[in-house]
């Protein structure tokens, strides 16, 4: 009996989930009746959109070269794999907090200077890995592999 009301408890989430998302509320999380794997409702709604359509760096020169000489350089020593995304890459690296302190203040430095970027981070609960992905406009794929050698 109590199987019975958990799967009806869920089923009815996930139908109001489903109502909601077709009403334009995507946020909420809901859990299948296998408990297992959660689904989302989020879909593309939840990625943040770069309003910059310019492709251009604020750094000088002399910048551009410390930086790459520097935090960018440390970054490329430690990433583990990399995917080609529509609009730029996925980096891969290894999920400790050691990494996630450099990504941060990577991003954080990052669109400072070029705004142009967006940056999504993907952690695993578990510190095995983390995933930075790099995207943007036109012309930020090149970038990527020109200016900042990833």
């Known amino acids: 009996m109590k199987q019975i009301a958990t799967f009806l408890t869920l089923t009815i989430l996930t139908l109001t989930a489903c109502n909601n998302s077709e009403k334009g509320t995507t946020n909420k999380s809901v ?8 689904t989302s409702g989020c879909s593309d ?3 943040a959109k770069n309003k910059s359509g310019e492709l251009s760096c604020k ?3 002399p910048e ?3 930086r790459k000489e520097t935090v960018i350089a440390s970054l ?11 609009d730029g890459y996925a980096f891969k690296f290894a999920g400790t907090d050691e990494i996630l302190d450099e990504l941060t203040e990577f991003i954080k430095t990052e669109r400072a200077c070029c705004d142009f970027f967006t940056f999504g ?5 578990d510190k095995s890995e983390a995933w930075l992905e790099l995207t943007g406009v036109d012309g930020a794929k090149d970038f990527i592999t020109t200016e900042l050698g990833f």
Do not use: F, H, R
């Open 45 to 47: 709604n939840c990625k």
């Open 121 to 125: 981070l993907s952690v695993s609960g």
């Open 76 to 86: 490329k020593q430690q990433i583990l794999d990399k995917k080609e995304l529509q």
């Open 59 to 61: 750094l000088t020169t």
């Open 31 to 38: 859990m299948t009746a296998d408990k297992e794997k959660p």
């Open 64 to 66: 551009l070269q410390k």
